[in-house]
């Protein structure tokens, strides 16, 4: 299929602002420019705050005053170069007024100043954070799902795997759970639209710059853990995009996981690229991607309480 008419409009303006592609540009002028081109989101929330989760920097959202909401650690995504929980504020707003859970989106450090593992260790720290103070922010710790996009959807499948906190659920948005970047969809999408291969190549190195790691390690690769680990994973919701490099390593992973027991949906949205469902505002299916995910993680809240 085509890329959806919605999609190629947006395609051809983001081409007629003529930014460098990332694998030409500096990863803080890359920043720069994508924060600059950041507006405040206008959907309605109850309740947000900016709070201080274990030593990172969070913003919570509430959608209610409830005092005993199911809660979504929520990881965005930008290849762990960009990004920003300001990048994620519409998603996360929707998330949290659509599921009428608790969102905390984490605002880990980015590399290539913090390299791996420092930003995944921000992000532990503030799931274990959550979990440990789950009460005082409103929240209740025995429904606790991880979730992100892209890099971030990499960081809840490793934290999941890791089994850091009691999970409940992982929401897995087009993630990265393959570094070594050789599925064939990075060959069918190596020019994009939007995330390239050479561009997915850059944002690895970059993450990978510290030497601390490597693209096998299943902290960088969670598609490459063992059968033991991934079978004692909690439910998860994948999302995979048509026109993404990452296509085909998420739905490896989705497979993996249904393969070994794991209870898993997983979506592929036909006609659309990497990144949609950020772009929530313009996109009919990224506002769809959204109601889904929403409806994904009321029904792996709801159980809980039964």
Sequence with gaps: MPLHPQSQFIIN?????????????????????????????????FETKD??????????????????LPLLVYYHGGGWVLGNVDSHDGVCRAL??????????????????????????DSVTATRWAYDNAASIGCDATR???????????FAAIIANMQVI???????IYPVTDCRLGHPSHQENKDGPFLTHAGMKWFVEHYLSGNQGTATDPRVSPLLDTDEVLAAAPPAFV??????????????????????GV??????WSSQFHGFVSLADFLDDGKAALAASAAALRSAFTPVLQ
């Design 166 to 172: 009691p999970c409940v659920y992982q929401l897995l």
């Design 51 to 68: 709070i201080d989760a274990g030593g990172v920097p969070a913003r919570l959202y509430k959608p209610n005053n409830n005092t005993n």
């Design 13 to 45: 303006f983001i081409d007629s602002l003529g930014d460098k592609p990332f694998e030409e540009d500096t990863p803080q002028n890359a920043r720069d420019i994508r924060n600059a081109r950041t507006t405040p989101s206008a959907l309605p929330i």
């Design 239 to 260: 999302i995979t995009a048509e026109f993404d490099p990452l296509r085909d390593e998420g739905e490896a992973y989705a497979k993996r996981l249904s393969s070994l």
């Design 144 to 154: 606790i799902a991880v979730g992100g996009d892209s890099a971030g959807g990499n």
């Design 96 to 121: 949290a007024m659509q599921s009428e859970c608790a969102v905390l989106s984490v605002e880990y450090r980015l590399a290539p100043e913090f390299p791996f593992p420092i930003p995944l260790t």
């Design 263 to 268: 209870a898993v949906s997983h979506v592929r």
